[in-house]
């Protein structure tokens, strides 16, 4: 079946413009993460998800970076007024949420170089 | 969540065994052993996890010591296609909690 998905792979903005990144958990899903993978370094938690519900943001780095999954499914990351240390690669990760689920599920990433 | 330490980096032989060791002295009874890789460009990859008993699954065995405080994890032929880095986590609760990766092991799989 089909894995997590993000789009887009490669997105270059200049500093100072606002971006989107999206993603397409498995469907059926209820949780969804958000992780920052700087150069060099592991991934570093920003936001997670529950359904349509975010419980817990506070791995966001500023109020530049927001988050949203409207309706259980797709979520999206919006950064504003991107700056250059935004540079990295965004990952997005979906679980059934079930208390018998152990696995987290990991997208492709997003990299976004601020230029 | 309890903090691991792994060694940086480590080569392993192509059809031999790679042996990759995590401290986490600091864990607490109820948290799990998770660990999981990153081939290059790529997501990171669920391979296992565990509790207190030895686990094994088509990918990897997990050895975890008898006070919880260190485990190995075991890819039992390497092949090249098992580079990547290595990370292991401990976590309390199962996948609907957030994964606190550190800097993970970089492991070599050489011909």
């Known amino acids: 079946g089909a894995g997590v998905s993000q789009s887009p792979r490669y997105k270059v903005a200049k500093r100072g413009q606002d971006v989107a990144l999206r993603c397409d958990p498995i469907s059926g899903h209820v949780s969804l993460f958000w992780y920052q993978q700087a150069l060099g370094q592991g991934p570093e938690f920003l936001t997670y998800?529950?359904?349509?519900?975010?419980?817990?943001k506070s791995g966001l780095p500023s109020d530049r970076f927001f988050a949203e999954r409207p309706e259980g499914s797709v979520s999206t990351l919006k950064i504003q007024r991107t700056q250059q240390e935004d540079s990295a690669v965004y990952l997005c990760?979906?679980?059934?949420?079930?208390?018998?689920?152990?696995?987290?599920?990991f997208g492709p990433g997003t990299r976004l170089t601020v230029t | 969540d309890a903090k691991t330490t792994q060694p940086p980096s480590m080569d392993c032989a192509e059809g031999r065994a790679a042996n990759l060791p995590c401290n986490h002295s600091t864990i607490s009874g109820n948290e799990y052993v998770y660990w999981y890789r990153q081939i290059h460009s790529q997501g990171p990859q669920y391979i296992i996890h565990g509790l207190k008993n030895n686990e094994t699954n088509e990918m990897a065995s997990l050895i975890i010591t008898e006070d919880r405080k260190s485990s190995t994890l075991i890819l039992p032929h390497a092949t090249l296609r098992d580079t990547a880095v290595y990370y292991c986590i401990v976590s309390d609760v199962q996948g609907a909690q957030k994964l606190v990766f550190g800097q993970g092991t970089r492991l070599t799989i050489n011909p």
């Open positions: 990760a979906s679980s059934p949420g079930l208390r018998d689920s152990y696995e987290q599920y």
């Open positions: 998800f529950q359904n349509e519900a975010q419980l817990d």
